[in-house]
């Protein structure tokens, strides 16, 4: 059962992503409906996070959202919807950036055009998805020449520099391959690659899991002031249920393909109400002391 709290952080921002009862399954032998009916809203600007154990489906949910699903995974039911900036429906014309988008419909150059564009991703292992033998340089640009092909080589370089200059890279590091940089360098270039067209929504697997924590904590502070800053919406999605709580403005607990539980951080961390989400909350021993005080505040993260 679902216990939708009555509370959202603000009904007057707008939805940016909506997703209604989507299920996803896995065609093998039995199938696996790793993904059960999930609908949730994201508002601008939002950091929803997702938790739960392994294999309650966060990864294929995330996949299914930004249509990655490969064979078997299969959406067996359920619909995706971008909400243009200005909220207006489309009236078939996807190509309008502006438009209110069937992520389900979507197909070919539209699709394409929708992931990085208006929608982007960062997984774990995304630092390794880079080229080995590209530079900094020809990757980002590559971004660019793609997706925006008449835009001038000089502006592209600016952007490309603003860009490392965003994630908090050198932009020397412009010429560098990806074998000259640490793990948590490439994971930021990652996210500026990610950042480069101004998506109004990023998706984040297990962002920085790979990375030591201090290098995780500058890593997740930067997203959170890029996220004030640039004002994207966030599906953050890991184990971590106290990082969870730290930077989320809602959280949204998976079970077995399935939210159990919606609500603010606060409200999940304060008074939980689905026994999966006590007990959730319980294997984690820096949560589970005293409740009195929510001190892991966003202050906290931002070092204000
Ligand atoms: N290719 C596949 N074929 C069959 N079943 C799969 C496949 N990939 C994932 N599953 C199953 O789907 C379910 C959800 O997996 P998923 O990876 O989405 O969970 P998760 O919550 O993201 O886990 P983790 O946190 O470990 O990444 C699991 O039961 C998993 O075993």
Redesign the pocket.
Known sequence: MIVERAAEPDLTVQPVLTVEDVSIR?E?DPP?D?VRGVSFTLHRGEILGLA?E???????LAYGITRLLKP??VMTGGRVVLHGRAGRDAGGDQDDDEATTDVVALTGEELRRFRWDRVSIVFQGSMNSLNPVMTVRDQLHDVFTTHRPGMRRRVREQRCRELLELVGVDPARLASFPHQLSGGMRQRVMIAMALALDPQVMVMDEPTTALDVVVQRSIIREIMVLRERLGFAVIFIT?DLPLLIEISDRIAVMRDGEVVELGTAEQIYRAPQADYTKQLLASFPSLSGTRGGFVRGREEVLGA
Do not use: L, M, N, Q
């Open positions: 896995y093998v696996v790793a739960g392994s294999g309650c489906g966060k990864t294929t078997p995974a184990h």
